[in-house]
């Protein structure tokens, strides 16, 4: 339905004086639709808009895959770029520094961000709650998890190509025995992280994805987010 009433033109005249309550009424009608039109055309402009939805976590469980398929939606705008503003010291709490590190986006999109490590970081979670009580407005949390043991499998393998650890190292072993494996496995201890987490904001500002499944229904994502 468009936004402006469709225009009936006629070649009739009457000469019955129209009511003064009917002329408030149509002025009133005029000012609310050029206040739509103004409304409208704000929307339409294309700037750095402060994030309202946030992927936090989990690493290795298919963040980076769920970035990408929202940036195809056409109403979300997300930042190329991990920001990792709330998990360094940033005690000034400058926004325009982390304003500055979003896409451009009109009113009628989302913005978004991605960092993982947000999840797993105390500080992080105490600065997004302050983040929330700065922008007045609620935020939105997806967080998507995996199987843990295959999630610390998958940290494993990510330190072998990057060198953490020997490529020849046993990574059954290195998960049981080494420091990085015990990393690992606390990483996907997704329930001790949660809880500050919930205690911080309400259950429906989160939406817990499995990414086991989420290949399969990629399109469930976007729908719920913007349903949220």
């Known amino acids: 339905m468009s936004l402006f009433p469709e225009i009936i033109s006629t070649t009739t005249f009457v000469s019955t ?6 002329m408030k009424s ?3 009608s005029h000012d609310e639709l050029a206040e739509q039109s103004l ?6 402009i294309l700037k750095k808009r ?31 770029r991990e920001p990792h503003y709330f998990d360094k010291d940033n005690a000034d709490h400058n926004y325009e520094i982390y304003l500055q590190q979003m896409t451009a986006s009109t009113g009628g999109q989302v913005t978004m961000e991605k960092t993982p490590k947000y999840f797993k970081s105390p500080k992080a979670a105490l600065g997004i709650e302050k983040y929330q009580t700065f922008l007045k407005k609620r935020l939105k949390f997806i967080l998507i998890v995996r199987d ?21 190292q046993n990574l059954t072993r290195s998960l049981l ?9 606390n990483h996907s201890l997704y329930g001790s992280y949660l809880q500050l987490w919930l205690r911080l904001f309400q259950k429906d500002q989160f939406l817990i994805l499995d990414g086991e499944s989420f290949c399969n229904k990629q399109h469930m994502a976007a729908t719920s987010l913007l349903s949220v």
């Open 177 to 185: 025995e080494a420091e990085e494996g015990a990393s690992a496995i």
């Open 50 to 80: 402060f994030p309202t939805a946030l992927i936090i976590g989990s690493q290795k469980c298919g963040t980076t895959a769920l970035a990408k398929f929202l940036g195809y939606h056409p109403k979300v705008a997300i930042s190329t």
């Open 17 to 22: 004086q129209i009511p003064l309550s009917h």
């Open 148 to 168: 843990p043991i295959k999630r610390a499998v998958s940290a494993m393998h990510h330190k072998q190509r990057h060198r953490t650890i020997p490529k020849w």
């Open 39 to 44: 409304k409208k055309a704000k929307d339409s």
């Open 26 to 28: 149509s002025s009133t």
